[in-house]
């Protein structure tokens, strides 16, 4: 009889306490990892752009945001935003072990959640509704994306420039002050709270609060300064003259404390009538006192609104080029840069919107209707003067301050001249136009300088094209192919094992 260590009771108890080492080892392996998963969480980004991954930038930011950031997403079942998902993700593990500022991202359906959707004001889907404590920002989609003209004339998105815009916003709405913008008032200007038609802002005043500004009215003719916390100065369609120390007010405004400021100039007042032209002068902006008339075919509606789709690319045109969107306006006259300016330093000008070639600047619009074109006398493109062939009536001046010894720029004033009065209005902010021009402008002059520099991110396509001949391959090769390559290797293994 044999020994119990030879024996085969022996055997199986080998075998079993084998077994239950083995188990358990298994289950140290798998605690193991998930105790180091979590606790010592590490994330490899493993795509060519690193596409899910924050700059360092950013990180340095976010993980010192002073309080919490909530991010509303309005989903749209007919679009997917790949990026957009996966950059929020990010933002929410990198603020994980900020307490006092952690990201929380929350998705709506506005159609089936309107309940949740109407206490913040969301009625629309690609929306992006950023909130700490009682400041917001409220982004589209579409601004996330760098879009140009595909071959079919349609938008095609060739760039993500969502971490760019998502940091500039969280910065905004975590800031514990809100930026104030002043319309000008004591000179017949459009108010923001008018709710008229032709007359009222009431409009644009409610997309500004939406977008975290403080919204409030200043009249320069008693005011006797201008706010230190003014961050933007906005005066549309003025009927009076500008007194002197007004004058000196908007440009010691703009030059000496960098300030900001948009015009809305419409015909009737020349600029020496208006008290501006020594202003505008400063800033190599020339506005003549004329009424743009274009004839050519599209170009004016039947109402007489003048209709311009010509731009030239800046941040304030962006979304109009992107998306083929055109400006729809009133009485306008032409605003261009000064041929008489001093070309180089610090002062940049730039047209950024303009009529078409078959368009004039009418001189005698006082006094003569139907208006016709005098050589000599009205006002045609400059040779040598851009856009080439057409007229300014959107114009945009930048001065950047160079500090002796230092070898970057420091912020200057901006200023906006647009040829007309009621681009603004209520009746006509309904224009998606009119609206993106304003917006972008207002965040160019607001906070254009303050934009993190993070690089967009190209975003790549892959597209397979098949033949029908390849397609019917394709069929049969599954249909056929692979069952018959499953049934060979069977057969080869029941001929070795038979042999």
């Known amino acids: 009889m044999p020994s119990f260590p030879n024996s085969f009771r022996a055997t199986r108890w080998l075998r079993t306490l084998n077994l239950m080492l083995q188990a358990g080892l298994v289950l140290t392996l798998v605690g193991g990892l998930n105790y180091l998963a979590d606790n010592h969480p590490v994330r490899l980004d493993l795509t060519r752009y690193r596409s899910f991954s924050l700059s360092p930038e ?44 952690a990201i929380k991202v929350d998705y709506i359906d506005v159609y089936q959640n309107r309940r949740e959707a109407e206490p913040l004001g969301l009625d629309q889907p690609d929306l992006i509704l950023l909130l700490a404590g009682d400041r917001r920002s409220v982004l589209t989609i579409d601004e996330l994306y760098r879009t140009t003209r595909g071959k079919d004339g349609k938008p095609e998105r060739n760039a993500f420039l969502g971490e760019q815009v998502l940091t500039a916003a969280l910065l905004d709405v975590s800031s514990p002050e809100r930026k104030k913008i002043y319309f000008l008032g004591g000179h017949g200007e459009l108010r923001p709270e008018d709710a008229d038609p032709n007359r009222g802002l009431s409009l644009v005043r409610d997309q500004l609060r939406l977008r975290n500004f403080d919204v409030e009215s200043i009249d320069l003719t008693v005011a006797r300064a201008i706010p230190e916390k003014a961050s933007l100065l906005v005066a549309v369609a003025p009927q ?143 040779p040598g003067m851009e856009p080439k062939d057409r007229l300014g009536v959107v114009t945009a001046a930048e001065r ?100």
């Open 400 to 499: 950047v301050a160079v500090r002796a010894g230092l070898d970057f720029s420091v912020r200057g004033g901006r200023l906006v001249v647009f040829g007309s009065g009621d681009v603004i209005a209520n009746a006509r902010i309904a224009n998606a136009g009119n609206l993106a021009a304003f917006l972008n402008a207002v965040n160019w002059t607001d906070v254009g300088d303050t934009q993190p520099n993070i690089p967009a991110r190209p975003i790549e396509r892959f597209q397979l094209s098949l033949s029908a001949n390849d397609l019917a391959q394709l069929r049969y090769a599954l249909l056929f192919g692979l069952p018959g390559i499953a049934a060979f290797l069977g057969l080869v293994v029941y001929w070795t094992r038979r042999h």
């Open 58 to 101: 950013t990180l340095s930011y976010v993980k010192d945001l002073p309080r919490p950031v909530r991010i509303v997403v309005t989903l749209n079942a007919e679009s997917t935003n790949p990026e957009v998902r996966g950059l929020l993700q990010e933002y929410r593990l990198a603020t994980e072990s900020n307490r006092d500022g």
């Open 240 to 382: 009076g003259r500008f007194e002197p120390k007004e004058q000196e007010l908007l440009r010691q405004y703009l030059s000496t404390n960098a300030g900001r400021l948009i015009l809305f100039l419409a015909p009737g007042l020349s600029a020496s009538a208006l008290g501006l032209d020594e202003v505008l002068l400063d800033w190599g902006i020339l506005v003549d006192d004329d009424v743009v008339v274009d004839i050519g075919n599209g170009n004016m509606t039947e109402d007489g609104d003048l209709i311009i789709g010509a731009f030239q690319p800046h941040p304030i045109t962006k979304t109009l080029l992107d998306f083929g969107l055109t400006l729809r306006l009133g009485a306008t006259r032409t605003v261009r840069p000064d041929p008489g300016r001093a070309l180089g330093g610090t002062l940049t000008t730039l047209t950024l919107a303009a009529t078409s070639p078959t368009a004039w600047g009418e001189r005698s619009y006082r006094d003569r209707v139907p208006v016709r074109y005098d050589p000599g006398v009205d006002i045609r493109p400059l």
